[in-house]
């Protein structure tokens, strides 16, 4: 017996919110980094799932590139997060606010 | 290849002024400004031009014409040439930027070389203002324009020179967002009748039929719409009122050469534009019903402008709001529309070219002097710059309309013309009001210079007012010789206005 | 044939080449280029002059010289028109300015002036522009020149720029002028527009027009023809009655007494004010098309003589009292054409531009006698320190009340002796008569007031003790203006011609054609288009002659005999008290002044401050409005961009939400 679709989007859709509201709830600039993880994940979830249920591989090849990405963003992010605590002591997304008006 | 010459050297000059030192940078432009000058003298005397630009069965003069872009089924070339409507105007132009050139070597002592590059910038893109017949081409041009002027005011103007540059470049620039959406929609409405934006050929195509039907709006109803909206975008730039306010602003804040280009050429842009789209390209029947409106939008300009003008304490002010009246007289000239209207009209934009230019560098040697432009703060002045008093003098019954002056001819053909028009109903009433502007401006001058100019003197100032430069003088004795030239011998540019003005009054089948 | 004519040009630019010559090389020359001036007045008369043989000789010049503008409908050309109007004026003119720039010599050189070549150019300029609209032959060339005219006034009222009230008074002239010109222009246009021509004489004259389109019957802009000349005639009139200083644009002429006095002989005596009444004459054809025209002349002429007159009985300035003299004057001749008496007003011209410049110059002579004083009331005396002097100035005097048998008699004689016959068979002209009648008698008083409080009695201050001594350059040219004045009613004896039946009326022959004209320009053919009916006291010319000189002679002497009661004491005390309330009012020159300078201060002004507060306050502030509520606008816009991450991702995924709304609501995924 196989799971259907419809559950694997119904959890990746679950893991998508969840890290969705990691982000507008979280001040934490890790936080904000872990929530934009696990949405990244969900994409993958049901990129996997739609290879699966088509019965070919580009998805999953796409999910690997994804992660392969998600690396990277985590690399980048994570600069950025410790320029962030170098110049303002503190990883609070609110703080650095000069981008605004 | 002549019109190309005249512009490329400006562009040239521009680039090269641009990059000279400081230190010989307005003699250097002024160099270069005179190659234009001279040229475009040259070309008035070998014009062999007939009939009008924009209508059929004339010869152009220094017609010059290549494609240039390929913009889906509209072809837009490299189209530039002159009739007796632009040539005039051309060569004041040219004569006018050198004249102010020099006129700016007193008081400009700031980054001379960027302030006189754009100036040379100026020149060209108003050169080509006037010759430019493609309308993106002449789009260009006259969009260009705006910026060396935005940065003239916004760099070397007066104290408050942010807000009058920002407030000339965006009134001017919505009008003429308004204009092209109009012209626009007018050629989609031509539909296939035109393959180009040829300005010829866009025109005989509006007297041949006009639009049809275009976004759900009728043909007529959308050259009425056109006609309004482009009579609204160039008013902005004429100026009439309401539309004025920028002028005084620019006009006091600007420094001496810029305001001498501003109220010498600038203005004309807008009246020229007017008579090359609104009067020319239009078909008689869709001006009709606007006649009445226009006529009385310009007797208001005369009048108000020439109130406003009368409670004014600065003498830069004072001109730039009788600007606005003198442009009044114009919309008259164009709107009784016939021979001595429009031809007066055409006129007028020359002579009041020279007389405000004269004005305008008149007031900015005194300004030089003393420092002020108040009304208030002088008297006397006659007693100490006698020759730059003189002048001004001249000038100013130049303004009032003083017979054998070219203020005066072109006044006078205006009212002759507006007294005289078939178009314009109560045309006698119309032109008896305007009239009126011609006491006013003799009150509000006359003012003027008795206090500023006559009576003991009185100044208070730690150095001692001198007599003015001679390169300060020598522009405003040029421009003087002009304006009695033209005054004493109007056919001297009448002839060529008045062959191109014929066509148009004969509704385009000429 | 090469005549005369050919040179006519040269009459007005040989003034001007004199203006070019003081204007550039003034400071280098000797007297600061009098001499220059001087030969070119003396090359014009000697010119007009020759002018005057040649249309005697029967010949008469109307040239188009030069096309100003060319049109379709209508050619704007600037010519020349020699007939005996204009070939008479042009001798006054040039006449009169020769002998103003020799005794500038001695009034402004020998005074010690600065800025003498400014002086010597702009009177050259003003002679130039004088002679060339006497000449001119059509309207337009008429108004440039009326204009330029105006413009050298203002210049030379302003002489002394450095004083407070001679600027006043040069904007006063000008502005004033310029408004009665508005009128003028406006009458050009229209007479341009509706007959297509502005020639005065000629096969296309608009005076023929005009008759043309009466006999037609047309109508113009909804107006008979006949009510259509009429407004046209009006129009022009109201240049005339800003330069001759009619009622009600009379006021700017006695504040013009502030430039120097040769000034005031040259342009506000002889010359200048004297363009207004020559236009009329010029056109008089035109006019006398009007008979409503032709009223209303003779009304603001009667009513400015003796409006005038009696203001010019309180004045204390000598050359206050010139002035009022000049308007009350020009008023007589502007009655005169009114009434049709086209010889009498052409008559009354050429007199007063001798006398008056006579009394213009002897009161110039009386100032540098008096040393730079012009308070009569500080004079008296003089007659015996400077008798040259006081004898032209006393022919002068005669002549301008009106006095047999000196000049101003003849043709004040004949302007009253025309106005009653009409007034006769029209009686609401013996109105306008009455009031000129009245004017001889405060005419003949506040001449010989002036005379007497002047030359006679005893000296009341220093310098009327002790006066400077004068010049030939100011002797000469009131020796020849003195018996101009004395003689120039030779020209025209009509009372003597009608009583003795002797052909003397040498003037009338002159003006109708007698010897060379100008067809159209004749005197008898303007009085058979004006058609204006006469009548005699009981039905006899010679009585109604008698009795009118009679009384216009009995009120001249009648003043001039109070006046000698009053003031022809060796003390004379100052008798206005006795006036009462009317004094003020005199003296106040009927308030008049301070009428227009309300007007201009009280209702132009405020009406103009209150514009430019209109329009900074609304119309620019609906600009500046709309910048502000951009501004505002983008104010509250701008709030959104918070800076922090977390908000922009929320309106990302509202906006994601409420998209996938929209298209779910739009695209039927909830039905």
């Given at each position: 017996?196989t799971?259907?679709i419809?559950?694997?989007?119904l959890?990746s859709?679950?893991l998508?919110?969840?890290?969705?509201?990691?982000?507008?709830t979280?001040?934490?600039?890790?936080?904000?980094l872990?929530?934009?993880?696990?949405?990244?994940?969900?994409?993958?979830?049901?990129?996997i799932?739609?290879?699966?249920?088509?019965g070919?591989?580009?998805?999953?090849?796409?999910?690997?590139f994804?992660?392969?990405?998600a690396?990277?963003?985590?690399?980048?992010?994570?600069g950025i997060i410790l320029?962030?605590y170098?110049?303002f002591?503190?990883?609070d997304?609110?703080v650095?606010s000069?981008?605004?008006? | 290849?002549m019109i190309?010459?005249l512009?490329?050297v400006?562009?040239?000059?521009?680039?090269?002024?641009?990059?000279?030192?400081?230190?010989?940078?307005?003699?250097l432009?002024?160099?270069?400004?005179?190659i234009?000058?001279?040229?475009?003298?040259?070309?008035?005397?070998a014009?062999?031009?007939?009939g009008?630009?924009?209508?059929e069965?004339s010869?152009?003069a220094?017609?010059?014409?290549?494609?240039?872009?390929?913009?889906?089924?509209?072809t837009?070339?490299?189209?530039?040439?002159?009739?007796g409507?632009?040539?005039?105007?051309?060569?004041?132009?040219?004569?006018?930027?050198s004249?102010?050139?020099?006129?700016?070597?007193?008081?400009?002592?700031?980054?001379?070389?960027?302030?006189?590059?754009?100036v040379?910038?100026?020149?060209?893109?108003?050169?080509?203002?006037?010759?430019?017949?493609?309308?993106?081409?002449?789009?260009?041009?006259?969009?260009?324009?705006?910026?060396?002027?935005?940065?003239?005011?916004g760099?070397w103007?007066?104290?408050?020179?942010?807000?009058?540059?920002?407030?000339?470049?965006?009134?001017?620039?919505?009008?003429?967002?308004?204009?092209?959406?109009a012209?626009?929609?007018?050629v989609?409405?031509?539909?296939?009748a035109?393959?180009?934006?040829?300005?010829p050929?866009?025109?005989?195509?509006?007297?041949?039929?006009g639009?049809?039907?275009?976004?759900?709006v009728?043909g007529?109803?959308?050259?009425s719409?056109?006609?309004?909206?482009m009579?609204?975008?160039?008013?902005?730039?004429?100026?009439?009122?309401?539309?004025?306010t920028?002028?005084?602003?620019?006009h006091?804040?600007?420094?001496?050469?810029?305001?001498v280009?501003?109220?010498?050429?600038l203005?004309?842009?807008?009246?020229?534009?007017?008579?090359?789209?609104?009067f020319?390209?239009?078909?008689?029947?869709v001006?009709?019903?606007?006649?009445?409106?226009?006529?009385?939008i310009?007797v208001?300009?005369?009048?108000?402008g020439?109130?406003?003008?009368?409670?004014?304490?600065?003498?830069?002010?004072?001109?730039?709001?009788?600007?606005?009246?003198?442009?009044g007289?114009?919309?008259?000239?164009?709107?009784?529309?016939?021979?001595?209207?429009i031809?007066?009209?055409?006129?007028?934009?020359?002579s009041?070219?020279?007389?405000?230019g004269?004005?305008?560098?008149?007031?900015?040697?005194?300004?030089?002097?003393?420092?002020?432009?108040?009304?208030?703060?002088?008297?006397?002045?006659?007693?100490?710059?006698?020759?730059?008093?003189?002048?001004?003098?001249?000038?100013?019954?130049?303004?009032?309309?003083?017979?054998?002056?070219?203020?005066?001819?072109?006044?006078?053909?205006?009212?002759?013309?507006a007294?005289?028009s078939?178009?314009?109903?109560?045309?006698p009433?119309?032109?008896?009001?305007?009239?009126?502007g011609?006491?006013?401006?003799?009150?509000?001058?006359?003012?003027?210079?008795?206090?500023?100019?006559?009576?003991?003197?009185?100044?208070e100032?730690?150095?001692e007012?001198?007599?003015?430069?001679?390169?300060?003088?020598?522009?405003?004795?040029v421009?003087l010789g002009?304006?009695?030239?033209l005054?004493?011998?109007?056919?001297?540019?009448?002839e060529?206005?008045?062959?191109?003005v014929?066509?148009i009054?004969?509704?385009?089948?000429? | 044939?090469?005549?005369?004519?050919?040179f006519?040009p040269a009459?007005?630019?040989l003034p001007?080449?004199?203006?070019?010559?003081a204007?550039?090389?003034?400071d280098?020359?000797?007297?600061k280029?009098?001499?220059?001036?001087?030969?070119?007045?003396?090359?014009?008369?000697?010119?007009?002059?020759?002018?005057?043989?040649?249309?005697?000789?029967g010949?008469?010049?109307?040239?188009?010289?030069?096309?100003?503008?060319?049109g379709?409908?209508i050619t704007?050309?600037?010519?020349?028109?020699?007939?005996?109007?204009?070939?008479?004026?042009?001798?006054?003119?040039?006449?009169?300015?020769?002998?103003?720039?020799?005794?500038?010599?001695?009034?402004?050189?020998d005074?010690g002036?600065?800025?003498?070549?400014?002086?010597?150019?702009?009177?050259?300029?003003?002679?130039?522009?004088?002679?060339?609209?006497?000449?001119?032959?059509?309207?337009?060339?008429?108004?440039?020149?009326?204009?330029?005219?105006?413009l050298?006034s203002?210049?030379?009222?302003?002489?002394?720029?450095?004083t407070?009230?001679?600027p006043?008074?040069a904007?006063k002239?000008f502005?004033?002028?310029?408004?009665?010109?508005?009128?003028?222009l406006?009458?050009?246009?229209?007479?341009?527009?509706?007959?297509?021509?502005?020639?005065?004489?000629?096969?296309?004259?608009?005076?023929?027009?005009?008759a043309?389109?009466?006999d037609?019957?047309?109508t113009?802009?909804?107006?008979?023809a006949e009510?259509?000349?009429?407004?046209?005639?009006l129009?022009?009139?109201?240049?005339?009655?800003g330069?001759?200083?009619?009622?009600?644009?009379?006021?700017?002429?006695?504040?013009a007494?502030?430039g120097p006095?040769?000034?005031?002989a040259l342009?506000h005596a002889?010359?200048?004010?004297?363009?207004?009444?020559?236009?009329?004459?010029?056109?008089?054809?035109?006019?006398?098309?009007?008979?409503t025209?032709?009223?209303?002349?003779?009304?603001?002429?009667?009513?400015?003589?003796?409006?005038?007159?009696?203001?010019?009985?309180?004045?204390?300035?000598?050359?206050?009292?010139?002035?009022?003299?000049t308007?009350?004057?020009y008023?007589?001749?502007?009655?005169?054409?009114?009434?049709?008496?086209?010889?009498?007003?052409v008559?009354?011209?050429?007199?007063?531009?001798?006398?008056k410049?006579l009394?213009?110059?002897?009161?110039g002579?009386?100032?540098?006698?008096?040393?730079?004083?012009q308070?009569?009331?500080?004079m008296?005396?003089l007659?015996?320190?400077?008798?040259?002097?006081?004898y032209?100035?006393?022919?002068?005097?005669?002549?301008?009340a009106?006095?047999?048998?000196?000049?101003?008699?003849?043709?004040?004689?004949?302007?009253?002796?025309d106005?009653?016959?009409?007034g006769?068979?029209?009686?609401?002209?013996?109105?306008?008569?009455a009031?000129?009648?009245?004017?001889v008698?405060?005419?003949?008083?506040?001449?010989f007031?002036?005379?007497?409080?002047?030359?006679?009695?005893?000296?009341?201050?220093?310098?009327?003790r002790?006066?400077h001594?004068?010049?030939?350059?100011?002797?000469?040219?009131?020796?020849?203006l003195?018996?101009?004045?004395?003689?120039?009613?030779?020209?025209?004896?009509?009372?003597?011609?009608?009583?003795?039946?002797?052909?003397?009326?040498?003037?009338?022959?002159?003006?109708?054609g007698?010897y060379?004209?100008v067809?159209?320009?004749?005197y008898?053919?303007?009085?058979?288009?004006?058609?204006?009916?006469?009548?005699?006291?009981?039905?006899s010319?010679?009585?109604?002659?008698?009795?009118a000189?009679?009384?216009a002679?009995g009120?001249?002497?009648?003043?001039?005999?109070?006046?000698?009661?009053?003031?022809n004491?060796?003390?004379?005390?100052?008798?206005t008290e006795?006036?009462?309330?009317?004094?003020?009012v005199?003296?106040?020159?009927y308030?008049?002044?301070?009428?227009?300078?309300?007007?201009?201060?009280?209702?132009?002004?405020?009406?103009?401050?209150?514009?430019?507060?209109?329009d900074?306050?609304?119309?620019?502030?609906?600009?500046?409005?709309?910048?502000?509520?951009?501004?505002?606008?983008?104010?509250?816009m701008?709030?959104?961009?918070?800076g922090?991450?977390?908000?922009?991702?929320?309106?990302?995924?509202?906006?994601?939400?409420?998209?996938?709304?929209?298209?779910?609501?739009?695209g039927?995924w909830?039905?």
């Amino acid at each position: 017996m196989t799971v259907g679709i419809e559950y694997y989007v119904l959890l990746s859709a679950a893991l998508f919110c969840i890290g969705l509201f990691g982000v507008l709830t979280r001040r934490n600039a890790l936080m904000f980094l872990m929530s934009v993880e696990l949405m990244l994940n969900a994409a993958n979830i049901n990129l996997i799932a739609f290879a699966f249920y088509h019965g070919n591989l580009t998805g999953q090849v796409f999910a690997l590139f994804t992660m392969a990405l998600a690396a990277a963003e985590v690399a980048v992010g994570l600069g950025i997060i410790l320029v962030l605590y170098r110049n303002f002591r503190d990883v609070d997304v609110t703080v650095p606010s000069a981008m605004r008006w | 290849m002549m019109i190309e010459t005249l512009i490329a050297v400006a562009l040239i000059g521009a680039l090269v002024t641009f990059l000279a030192p400081n230190r010989i940078a307005g003699k250097l432009a002024f160099a270069i400004s005179l190659i234009p000058a001279a040229l475009s003298l040259w070309m008035f005397t070998a014009f062999d031009g007939s009939g009008n630009a924009l209508l059929e069965g004339s010869t152009l003069a220094f017609e010059s014409q290549m494609e240039w872009i390929q913009l889906g089924e509209y072809t837009i070339s490299w189209f530039v040439g002159l009739d007796g409507i632009s040539l005039p105007l051309v060569v004041l132009t040219t004569v006018l930027t050198s004249l102010a050139i020099m006129s700016s070597w007193t008081p400009i002592d700031d980054r001379e070389s960027q302030f006189y590059g754009l100036v040379l910038f100026i020149e060209a893109n108003l050169i080509g203002v006037f010759v430019a017949l493609d309308f993106f081409l002449w789009f260009i041009f006259w969009e260009a324009v705006l910026i060396p002027m935005y940065l003239l005011i916004g760099i070397w103007g007066g104290p408050r020179r942010k807000y009058a540059a920002i407030k000339f470049f965006i009134y001017t620039n919505v009008a003429s967002l308004v204009m092209f959406g109009a012209f626009i929609a007018l050629v989609f409405g031509l539909g296939d009748a035109v393959s180009s934006f040829a300005l010829p050929e866009i025109t005989a195509a509006m007297h041949d039929g006009g639009p049809g039907a275009f976004a759900g709006v009728s043909g007529t109803t959308l050259m009425s719409f056109a006609f309004v909206a482009m009579f609204l975008g160039f008013a902005v730039k004429v100026p009439v009122v309401p539309f004025h306010t920028w002028l005084p602003d620019a006009h006091v804040e600007a420094p001496t050469p810029a305001s001498v280009l501003l109220a010498g050429v600038l203005l004309k842009m807008g009246t020229y534009a007017l008579l090359r789209f609104n009067f020319t390209m239009f078909p008689t029947d869709v001006i009709e019903p606007f006649v009445i409106p226009i006529a009385a939008i310009a007797v208001i300009s005369v009048i108000y402008g020439a109130m406003l003008a009368l409670a004014q304490t600065d003498l830069k002010r004072i001109v730039a709001y009788s600007s606005v009246s003198s442009m009044g007289y114009v919309i008259l000239g164009l709107i009784a529309f016939t021979q001595f209207g429009i031809g007066g009209a055409t006129f007028q934009m020359v002579s009041h070219g020279l007389i405000s230019g004269l004005m305008f560098m008149a007031v900015g040697v005194i300004y030089n002097a003393t420092h002020t432009r108040m009304v208030t703060d002088m008297s006397g002045m006659a007693d100490k710059m006698p020759i730059a008093v003189g002048i001004l003098i001249a000038g100013a019954f130049g303004y009032m309309g003083l017979p054998l002056m070219s203020g005066f001819a072109a006044e006078y053909f205006i009212f002759f013309g507006a007294f005289d028009s078939t178009m314009l109903e109560y045309a006698p009433i119309f032109t008896a009001l305007a009239m009126f502007g011609i006491v006013i401006v003799a009150g509000y001058l006359l003012f003027a210079m008795q206090r500023t100019l006559f009576g003991p003197y009185r100044l208070e100032t730690d150095y001692e007012v001198g007599r003015a430069p001679l390169h300060d003088v020598a522009p405003m004795f040029v421009l003087l010789g002009l304006i009695i030239a033209l005054g004493v011998a109007p056919e001297l540019i009448f002839e060529m206005i008045t062959d191109a003005v014929d066509p148009i009054l004969a509704g385009g089948d000429f | 044939m090469v005549g005369a004519f050919e040179f006519a040009p040269a009459i007005a630019l040989l003034p001007l080449a004199a203006f070019v010559v003081a204007l550039l090389f003034g400071d280098y020359l000797p007297k600061k280029g009098a001499y220059a001036g001087i030969l070119a007045t003396a090359g014009s008369l000697a010119l007009s002059l020759w002018m005057l043989v040649a249309v005697f000789g029967g010949e008469a010049y109307n040239e188009e010289l030069y096309d100003w503008a060319i049109g379709e409908e209508i050619t704007f050309h600037f010519g020349i028109l020699i007939d005996p109007l204009s070939a008479l004026m042009l001798v006054i003119v040039s006449l009169v300015a020769l002998l103003v720039h020799v005794f500038s010599m001695g009034y402004m050189n020998d005074e010690g002036e600065t800025g003498l070549r400014r002086y010597y150019a702009e009177l050259g300029l003003f002679t130039f522009s004088m002679l060339a609209f006497v000449m001119a032959d059509n309207l337009l060339m008429a108004f440039i020149f009326f204009e330029l005219v105006g413009l050298c006034s203002y210049l030379l009222i302003g002489f002394w720029f450095r004083t407070r009230s001679a600027p006043s008074a040069a904007k006063k002239a000008f502005l004033v002028t310029r408004f009665g010109d508005y009128f003028f222009l406006l009458g050009v246009v229209a007479i341009g527009a509706t007959f297509g021509t502005l020639s005065f004489a000629g096969d296309a004259s608009f005076v023929d027009a005009a008759a043309g389109a009466i006999d037609a019957g047309e109508t113009f802009h909804g107006f008979s023809a006949e009510t259509w000349v009429t407004i046209l005639g009006l129009l022009v009139l109201g240049g005339v009655i800003g330069k001759s200083a009619q009622f009600p644009l009379h006021t700017w002429l006695p504040d013009a007494m502030e430039g120097p006095t040769t000034v005031s002989a040259l342009i506000h005596a002889a010359t200048m004010v004297a363009a207004g009444v020559y236009l009329v004459a010029r056109m008089f054809g035109f006019y006398a098309l009007s008979p409503t025209a032709l009223a209303i002349i003779a009304f603001v002429g009667a009513f400015t003589a003796l409006f005038a007159a009696t203001m010019g009985v309180v004045k204390d300035d000598i050359k206050q009292v010139l002035a009022y003299s000049t308007i009350s004057q020009y008023g007589y001749m502007m009655l005169g054409l009114g009434v049709g008496g086209y010889v009498a007003g052409v008559f009354h011209l050429m007199n007063h531009a001798f006398f008056k410049a006579l009394l213009f110059l002897g009161a110039g002579a009386v100032i540098i006698l008096m040393h730079h004083e012009q308070d009569m009331w500080k004079m008296g005396g003089l007659k015996d320190k400077a008798p040259v002097t006081y004898y032209t100035f006393l022919a002068g005097a005669l002549a301008l009340a009106g006095i047999i048998p000196f000049s101003g008699f003849w043709s004040k004689d004949e302007i009253l002796f025309d106005a009653i016959i009409l007034g006769l068979e029209e009686p609401i002209f013996l109105v306008a008569y009455a009031m000129g009648l009245l004017a001889v008698f405060f005419t003949g008083f506040y001449t010989f007031r002036m005379v007497f409080l002047t030359f006679h009695g005893e000296p009341r201050t220093d310098a009327a003790r002790d006066p400077h001594p004068l010049g030939w350059n100011v002797k000469a040219p009131l020796a020849v203006l003195g018996v101009l004045a004395l003689v120039a009613g030779v020209a025209n004896l009509a009372p003597v011609a009608k009583l003795t039946g002797v052909d003397i009326v040498f003037l009338e022959h002159w003006l109708d054609g007698e010897y060379g004209a100008v067809d159209g320009l004749l005197y008898s053919e303007y009085t058979a288009t004006a058609g204006l009916e006469t009548a005699y006291i009981a039905g006899s010319e010679t009585i109604t002659l008698i009795a009118a000189g009679v009384l216009a002679l009995g009120l001249a002497l009648g003043g001039a005999g109070l006046a000698y009661v009053l003031y022809n004491v060796p003390e004379p005390k100052a008798h206005t008290e006795n006036l009462g309330q009317a004094r003020e009012v005199l003296r106040s020159n009927y308030y008049q002044d301070e009428f227009q300078v309300w007007l201009a201060t009280g209702v132009t002004l405020p009406l103009a401050r209150a514009a430019d507060r209109f329009d900074g306050s609304v119309i620019d502030g609906v600009v500046n409005g709309v910048s502000s509520v951009s501004l505002f606008g983008s104010g509250g816009m701008k709030r959104l961009q918070t800076g922090v991450v977390t908000n922009y991702a929320a309106l990302i995924v509202l906006g994601f939400v409420a998209l996938l709304v929209f298209f779910g609501v739009y695209g039927g995924w909830f039905v």
